[in-house]
C-alpha cells in the first residue's frame, strides 16, 4: 500500500482547500481524517472535544491512522496535530509523500480563526497559539517536500505542489 500525497500543516495552512484541487487536478480521491473521525463518531470534532477530552480526540487520530494503511493513490488532509506525536511523521512516510503546506504564522492564524470552528484555539491567546506552532514545526520539517503558502492562492499552491512532486518522484528514480 502507498502512494498517497499526504498533507500536513498547521491549522489555517489551506490542507482541506488545496487537497481537494489537488485530487481533482490528479483525478485521485481525497480523504480528510477530521472526516473519517466525524463519521466514524457520528459527531463533530467539537463535539468530540467537548464530550471527551483532547486526549480521546488524539486517541481516535491514532485509529485513524492505522486504518489509512489500508489506503493506496489517495490524497490525504491530515488534522493540524496528527502529524505531531513521536511516531507519527514516520508512519506518514510509509503511506506515501508527506508536504508540509507551510505557512508564516501570521496568516495561518488568521486564516485558522477566521474559517470554522476549531476548539484548539478556544480559550487560547494569540502567544499560546504561536507557540502551539513553533512546538509542532520539527514534527512537520519530517515531510518529504515543503511548499509555501504564504500570500499564494491555492490554485498556484497546486501548480507548486505538483512541480514539486514530479521532482521528488523523478529523484526518487535516479
Ligand atoms: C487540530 C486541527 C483540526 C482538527 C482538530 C485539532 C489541531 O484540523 O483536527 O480540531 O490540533 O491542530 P485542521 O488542521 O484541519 O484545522
Redesign the pocket.
Known sequence: MGGNVILVG????G??SVGRLLARRLGRCFVE??DVITAREGRS?PEI?AERGEAH?RALEEETLRLLALKSGGVI?T????PCRDGHPAALRALGTVVWLRGEFDTVYER?RRA?E???LAGRDRDEIEALYRAREPYYRQADLTVDTTGVTPDQVVSDLLLALHVHQREGQS
Open positions: 498547521f491549522m489555517g495552512a490542507k482541506s481524517t477530521d470534532i472535544f480526540f488532509a488534522g493540524g496535530g496528527l485558522a470554522g476549531r476548539p484548539m
